[in-house]
């Protein structure tokens, strides 16, 4: 039977709405990112420094972290550094201060402060560092390094006098990640006759024969490498100091300090990240690999990192996006790697523009197709991994071009004089923004093309062409929204960093 129009209508204002409503999801999907979506944490912890709120430090006075997961639980192990330390307040309210702080973690995200490694610093390093400094400096632990051992946890520390190179690694054992923690002696001791620093520990086993070594050393003539024995986790042969495997351009003048080693089983290489700089300003992360744990280890470049030259890709270094007064102090990283094979980076922030907050940041590391780890531009906030469109990426992205500070500052021991702590303003990585187009151009003439497979896009800014910027989901923290990031390396390996802003 024919239909008269007065009975299409409902019919046809069905499918208009049907219509319309799809549209309107589709929009809506499409505008999810950015939203709105509070950080978990201010990074401001001034109202939070008296020490009666010790307990309240989750993600606050972390410096030097080391980063691992036991059983089910993410543990932090850092500097005994506090902002705005009373020793004789903390006596009087009964705060129990120690040295290496502990704190654990269920998500990544929110932080529990456990408390304190260690009561006091023991007796043997105290002793080293004040025989051979003038009966000085010892007076906190610095950058612990904490693995598993069979049943056992071990636990590494330095103990040293600021600017010189009488230091001390030691090495504690529990049958908790958490403590109480028998102390088993001296790793390696250093002191002005000796051409390292024994400082920053970071430990190792080699996969394919189960030999284990660790890394160390700072300013003062690189970092070294030497085998431990599996047994003790002290070193295999009495007094062994190791060997070479870093060192700096000027390594009088430039800082070096702080290795971190991690394998990747599917790449098969051991990357060895580093700090350069001082650590309250330009502090900043460096990288490079090998096929073996002990070295060598090559940069972006093919160079030698045991050689004098500069080494790249550049990781971290100090930043500022848009409403926020940057982070300065950006290194000294501790790396994770999960069972579901993503990979995090652990290091201090500091709060400008005074930059003596120091704060937890927390970062995905990500594997360029050509096998270089890059970070995310942005704190990790628990955020869902998600399948990226194109659709997603059109809109308008602040961008950071990661660059080394050629500023040239007055150093003592690599690091600032006192009164120094703030940043020049050519020392900063400030953000800029562009448009990218749904027909691939940009704001500023250039183009840019997403592979969905990879989940990558390639951009040309100015003059270069930026490939294989990996994409994903994440927080924006200096604006409080959930929306797009990116991170990769240009041709002279800077980090490149980005995030979409509207």
């Known amino acids: 039977m024919k239909k008269n129009s007065h009975q299409l209508q409902p019919c046809i204002f069905a499918i208009i709405s049907l219509s319309l409503l799809?549209?309107?999801?589709?929009?809506?999907?499409?505008?999810?990112?950015?939203?709105?979506?509070?950080?978990?944490?201010?990074?401001?912890?001034?109202?939070?420094?008296?020490?009666?709120?010790?307990?309240?430090?989750?993600?606050?006075?972390?410096?030097?972290?080391?980063?691992?997961?036991?059983?089910?639980?993410?543990?932090?192990?850092?500097?005994?550094?506090?902002?705005?330390?009373?020793?004789?307040?903390?006596?009087?309210?009964?705060?129990?201060?120690?040295?290496?702080?502990?704190?654990?973690?269920?998500?990544?995200?929110?932080?529990?402060?456990v408390g304190w490694a260690f009561s006091e610093i023991p007796e043997e390093a105290v002793e080293w560092v004040h025989a051979h400094n003038e009966g000085s400096g010892a007076t906190n632990i610095w950058a612990p390094y904490v693995m598993k051992q069979g049943d056992r946890y071990r636990l590494y520390y330095s103990v040293s006098a600021f600017g010189k190179k009488t230091s001390w690694i030691g090495l504690a054992e529990s049958a908790s990640p958490e403590g109480p923690w028998e102390q088993k002696g001296a790793v390696v001791k250093s002191d002005n006759h000796t051409p390292m620093n024994a400082?920053?520990?970071?430990?190792?086993?080699?996969?394919?024969?189960?030999?284990?070594?660790?890394?160390?050393?700072?300013?003062?003539?690189?970092?070294?490498?030497?085998?431990?024995?599996?047994?003790?986790?002290?070193?295999?042969?009495?007094?062994?100091?190791?060997?070479?495997?870093?060192?700096?351009?000027?390594?009088?003048?430039?800082?070096?300090?702080?290795?971190?080693?991690?394998?990747?089983?599917?790449?098969?290489?051991?990357?060895?990240?580093?700090?350069?700089?001082?650590?309250?300003?330009?502090?900043?992360?460096?990288?490079?690999?090998?096929?073996?744990?002990?070295?060598?280890?090559?940069?972006?470049?093919?160079?030698?990192?045991?050689?004098?030259?500069?080494?790249?890709?550049?990781?971290?270094?100090?930043?500022?996006?848009?409403n926020h007064p940057g982070w300065a102090g950006t290194g000294h990283c501790g790396i994770l790697a999960t069972e579901e094979g993503r990979y995090f980076m652990a290091h201090q922030g500091r709060l400008s523009p005074g930059n003596h907050l120091m704060v937890l940041h927390l970062r995905e590391l990500f594997f360029t197709p050509d096998g270089w780890p890059v970070v995310s531009p942005q704190r990790y906030a628990g955020e869902a991994e998600r399948v990226v469109s194109k659709q997603d990426i059109t809109g308008e992205w602040e961008l950071i071009r990661i660059r080394e500070s050629t500023y040239e500052r007055q150093l003592e021991a690599g690091q600032i004089l006192w009164g120094e702590g703030s940043l020049k303003e050519e020392e900063w990585n400030n953000s800029f923004h562009l448009y990218l187009n749904a027909d691939g151009t940009t704001s500023d003439n250039g183009t840019w093309n997403f592979t969905k497979k990879n989940q990558t896009i390639s951009l040309s800014l100015g003059k270069d062409t930026i490939r294989n910027l990996y994409i994903f989901a994440g927080q924006d923290w200096e604006n409080q929204k959930h929306t797009l990031l990116l991170t990769g390396l240009d041709d002279e390996g800077r980090s490149v960093w980005g995030k979409r802003t509207k």
């Not at 929009?27 to 008296?50: C, G, I, R």
């Not at 639980?73 to 307040?89: C, L, M, P, W």
């Not at 991690?262 to 990357?271: Q, T, V």
């Open 199 to 322: 400082i920053d520990p970071s430990v190792i086993e080699d996969p394919g024969n189960g030999r284990i070594w660790m890394h160390y050393g700072s300013y003062f003539g690189g970092l070294y490498c030497v085998e431990l024995d599996p047994a003790t986790g002290l070193t295999m042969k009495k007094d062994d100091l190791g060997h070479l495997i870093a060192r700096r351009a000027n390594y009088r003048k430039d800082n070096l300090e702080a290795p971190e080693i991690i394998y990747n089983p599917e790449l098969k290489k051991h990357f060895l990240f580093v700090s350069y700089d001082p650590l309250m300003t330009t502090y900043n992360v460096r990288v490079g690999r090998s096929d073996k744990p002990e070295g060598p280890f090559l940069d972006y470049f093919g160079k030698n990192m045991n050689d004098t030259t500069n080494n790249f890709p550049i990781i971290t270094a100090p930043y500022r996006f848009n």
């Open 22 to 113: 799809l549209l309107s999801c589709k929009q809506k999907q499409h505008s999810t990112l950015p939203q709105e979506k509070a950080n978990p944490w201010v990074d401001d912890y001034t109202f939070l420094s008296p020490m009666e709120h010790y307990k309240e430090w989750g993600t606050y006075n972390v410096h030097d972290p080391a980063i691992k997961k036991f059983n089910d639980v993410y543990y932090i192990y850092s500097t005994d550094a506090i902002f705005a330390e009373n020793r004789e307040k903390a006596r009087e309210m009964n705060v129990p201060l120690g040295n290496i702080q502990i704190r654990k973690s269920k998500d990544l995200v929110h932080w529990e402060f």
